[in-house]
């Protein structure tokens, strides 16, 4: 199976902080990548998907990048509503595969 | 809007086999483009998948789970469930059902989750 580690683990950020999340495959996936936001109580939602596309009705301060197996999700102004848990997963091979994920607390 | 609801007994008894049903609403379960399937997590453990079926009935499950897993579709009532026979302690997990376009691809619509405890 694709390990996909992600990183940190735990996030601390004030309200209108540039924040990155990292997640790395173990090997190639192209950009066969998604990122959910995942809030207490709530069902995961997507925020973007092969790797760069910004899920319909996603505020546009979330974005994604990739760089061989390194794949970046970022919140170019953290807003309150962004406190939540992310995570990534891979979907190019099979079984499909998920990060660890992040908490993304405030400072 | 697709909208996914688990249901299920909360606890389990170790060497029993874990029920859960997954309640569609929002759209045809019968769908061709739709997979239907489950996914968990254990306490302090990353999301697994454990395996999907298609409108067709064919079924794909995670190989960590040794064939001990069973989903199956009901169309007549708009649900799919997932049988996982002889559980232990590392079954309890919070359990989700998902909607996905396909074995291998991502994940526009999750259940919230219910929990599962396998315990004496």
């Known amino acids: 199976d694709i390990q996909m580690t992600q990183s940190p683990s735990t996030l601390s950020a004030s309200v209108g902080d540039r924040v990155t999340i990292t997640c790395r495959a173990s090997?190639?996936?192209?950009?066969?990548l998604a990122w959910y936001q995942r809030k207490p109580g709530g069902a995961p939602k997507v925020l973007i998907h092969?790797?760069?596309t910004l899920a319909t009705g996603v505020p546009s301060r979330f974005s994604g990048s990739a760089s061989g197996t390194e794949f970046t999700l970022t919140i170019s102004s953290l807003q309150s509503d962004d406190l939540a848990e992310y995570f990534c997963?891979?979907?190019?091979?099979?079984?499909?595969?998920f990060g660890q994920g992040t908490r993304l607390e405030l400072k | 809007q697709v909208q996914l609801q688990e249901s299920g007994p909360g606890l389990v008894k170790p060497s029993e086999t874990l029920s859960l049903t997954c309640t569609v609403a929002?759209?045809?379960?019968?769908?061709?483009?739709?997979?239907w399937g489950w996914i968990r997590q254990s306490p302090g453990k990353g999301l697994e998948w454990i395996g999907s079926?298609?409108?067709?009935?064919?079924?794909y499950y995670n190989p960590s789970l040794k064939s001990r897993g069973i989903i199956s579709v009901d169309t007549s009532k708009s649900q799919f469930s997932l049988k996982l026979t002889s559980v232990t302690a590392a079954d309890t997990a919070v359990y989700s059902c998902?909607?996905?376009?396909?074995?291998?691809?991502?994940?526009?619509?999750w259940g919230k989750g219910t929990t599962v405890v396998v315990s004496s």
């Open positions: 998902v909607n996905i376009f396909g074995v291998t691809n991502f994940i526009p619509v």
């Open positions: 997963q891979q979907y190019n091979n099979f079984p499909i595969t």
């Open positions: 079926i298609n409108h067709s009935g064919n079924t």
């Open positions: 092969k790797a760069t």
């Open positions: 090997q190639s996936i192209g950009s066969w």
């Open positions: 929002g759209g045809s379960i019968s769908a061709t483009t739709y997979y």
